[in-house]
């Protein structure tokens, strides 16, 4: 089973669960193979339905201690631009794809991705499109 992991750590983050979840976007995962997708939408307020069929399955949680079995069960993770979110996933050697968090003030976490992103361990993107 290929499995798309997305992640939001301890904060929320509405608008990458909302886009993530659309039906639009199933499709084109579905598309691309993938047949499991694994929600953690920490404190948002968007919570997806869970749902299951033939042949495709959606999970969704809010917390768990520890992500590593997630991460290991996953073909590509989808990350917020956490810091410990990304390093805990490239140690895994996973697939990255960081979705950066315009709303937040001082964004640090673009300077992160910006970096990783150069240094060649990541793509990063926002909701609205690819940086």
């Known amino acids: 089973m290929k499995c798309v992991f997305v992640t939001v750590g301890t904060t929320s983050f509405d608008d990458l669960i ?25 404190r948002g307020k968007v919570v997806p339905e869970p749902f299951s069929t033939e042949s495709f399955t959606l999970d969704v949680y809010r917390y768990k201690d520890s992500l590593k079995e997630d991460l290991q069960k996953a073909d590509l993770v989808i990350s917020h631009a956490g810091a410990g979110s990304c390093l805990e996933t490239l ?13 937040l003030m001082n964004n640090h976490q673009l300077e992160l991705a910006k970096q ?15 940086s």
Request: positive net charge; glycine residues 8%; hydrophobic residues 35%.
């Open 18 to 42: 909302a886009c993530v979840s659309a039906h639009d976007t199933l499709q084109v995962i579905k598309s691309l193979g993938y047949n499991r997708l694994v929600l953690q939408i920490g």
């Open 116 to 130: 990783l992103h150069k240094d060649g361990h990541l793509f990063y993107c926002t909701c609205r499109g690819r």
């Open 91 to 103: 140690e895994k050697r996973k697939p990255l794809v960081v979705v950066i968090n315009e709303k």
